[in-house]
């Protein structure tokens, strides 16, 4: 690990000016480059306190053994040799977005002469127009059959139109009219070009010039009583509004537009573009990136944009391009961006409208991606051993902790103040094994308290179950029910994860030291700096952020905070949906409906007569005491306002719905999980 300040430039040395720089490690490799629009100023801040670094900037810096820089002359450039030398390089610790899927295009080769229309992927070639991307290949050929009845353009390959050409017989498609036949001269080379430039118009969205002239021709057919010949043009036109039918219009002012979302958490992004030209989306795509340094949304959109046009020009660039996050700043980006295209190009967030609507259908879209990629990372088992593999080496363990508990603490302000344990095996989740608690030992907000007591009632039931069992007396264990179901907390973890820093693991070690197990290991994680902190330990485990362990580590704890919110929200809904029925003994849900149906409220109800209350289905006479004497006891709630019209409203939470229930608001319970 290198000193940074081993390989600082002298001060004054950098020159305040815009430019590019380089860290590169021992071997001169280039490991990561940045763009500045003061070099001095950018450069300063690698080289303060690497207490005061971000771990990943800190990692970079350690990794580094020298920098170095080029002076340019304004941040455009600047802009275009770092995407030059990002692609040169390679290095490790910048964002390299990768392809989730290598995305195919239809493209047509306008450099040859006669034009071909086909299926392509990888590097766009000179001369060659491109559509897309496309989902599917087979999207591409269902397309162009449609379109292949208007525009017959060449579809075979070199050696099939040479042996055409050979022959003087064309192919099928020439047969059948779906091509025309250029390799038997049917038509010239100039006008099969004419045809592949309509084709090309056609898929630009230039559609209505054609559906308009063959519907001219159609009728003019028609008129001179040519049936066939009209019949012909009325199946073209079908087929190119089917073929329309494939690309929604989703903007009524014919944009030409690329919307760009990002979904992303503390170790990955994933960014999905959506292609729209004439109004219509012509293509998708998506890639995935692992965040190995820090780095803002702005900063993400701007490494997207490059990736995405660094190799384009004219009008591959449209004219508008629409994002969740500017770039900082965001003029020379722009200022790129016109200039690879020729002429304005418009960078903004939308903010209302069809664009808005459709930039949200993006961001589900850049989600559901991330979120697919984490199930396939989760799902793989060799990425899942491997992520055991260095949270032991990690944390100094003997061995893989196949089972892994992680507990976290949730409250509002000390209200409800409740914990949660969620299990993970192999690296993956045990949803059945996961465990609510509510904090009974005390009131008031402390979580490290909390946490002691949710490992001591946690570790004292496991061991209060291997006693029951006679697992010490014997040395055999029976860790089930009779019906064959595991008993609640019978299998020991062996790694406790907590949420939170020293104090929180602290806690969590003395619980166990109290309870005396010495057998599972204990260690928190941080959520500012995602460090890994062991008891008794001054300074924090600190895992690459591209480690599967820390990955791991991270789903394991942002699904206890997830399991523990959803309870705490639900605890507190409860708590306020709560009525003075609650306290009746005996009285469940249908006959508490059955009240509240038959009175209409509770402010009626608690005005009512032993009798009136009694000539509700399902309540005698003892029922209806009780109830009323509840309902005398509790305190009325305050009247409802209306704030619009200051209004006192009659009716009282509990009211009857359009429906015939009772009104509840909240959110509902969550099912999974045993409380404890």
Known sequence: MADPSSYRPKPGQIPDSPGVYRFRDEHRRVIYVGKAKSLRQRLANYFQDLAGLHPRTRSMVTTAASVE?????????????EYSWIKEFDPRFNVKYRDDKS???????????????QVMRGHKRKGVRYFGPYGHAWAIRDTVDLLLRVFPVRTCSAGVFKNAARTGRPCLLGYIGKCSAPCVERVSAEEHRELAEEFCDFMAGRTGTYLRRL?????????????????????????????????????ADATDADLIAVAEDELEAAVQIFHVRGGRVRGQRGWVTDKVEEITTGALVEHALQQLYGEEKGDSVPKEVLVPALPDPVEPVQEWLTERRGSAVSLRIPQRGDKKALMETVERN???????????????????????????????LDSAPLRIECYDISHLQGDDVVASMVVFEDGLQRKSEYRRFQIKGFEGQDDVRSMHEVINRRFRRYLAEKEKT??????????????????????????????????????????????????????????????????????????????????????????????????QRTKRAKRFRSSPLDDVPGLGDTRKQALLKHFGSLKKLRSATIDQICEVPGIGRKTAETIAVALAQAAPAAPAVNTATGEIMEEEPGTMGSSGQPVAMGAPDERRGQET
């Open 69 to 81: 820089w080029t002076v340019v002359s304004t941040e455009v450039e600047a802009l275009q040799l």
């Open 103 to 117: 995305y195919p295009y239809l493209a047509v080769t306008m450099n040859e002469e006669f034009p071909r229309v």
């Open 215 to 251: 519907e001219k021709q159609m009728t003019e057919a028609a008129e001179e009583m040519e049936y066939e010949r009209a019949a012909r043009l009325r199946d073209d036109i079908e087929a190119l509004k089917k073929a329309m039918e494939k690309n929604a219009v989703v903007l």
């Open 366 to 396: 850049a989600q559901q991606a991330l979120v697919l990629h984490k199930t396939k990372r989760a799902s793989d088992l060799t990425t899942r051993s491997r992520a055991l593999e260095e949270i032991a080496e990690a944390l100094d």
């Open 470 to 567: 006679g697992e010490w007396a014997d040395g055999e264990s029976t860790l089930t029910e009779e019906d064959g179901r595991p008993k609640k907390f019978a299998y020991p973890p062996q790694l406790v994860v907590v949420d939170g820093g020293q104090p929180q693991v602290a806690a969590a070690k003395k619980a166990l030291d109290e309870l005396g197990i010495d057998d599972v290991a204990v260690c928190g994680l941080a959520k500012r700096l995602e460090e890994v902190w062991l008891p008794d330990e001054d300074d924090p485990v600190v895992l690459p952020r591209t480690s599967e362990g820390l990955y791991l580590l991270q789903r394991v704890r942002d699904e206890a905070h997830r399991f523990a919110i959803t309870y």
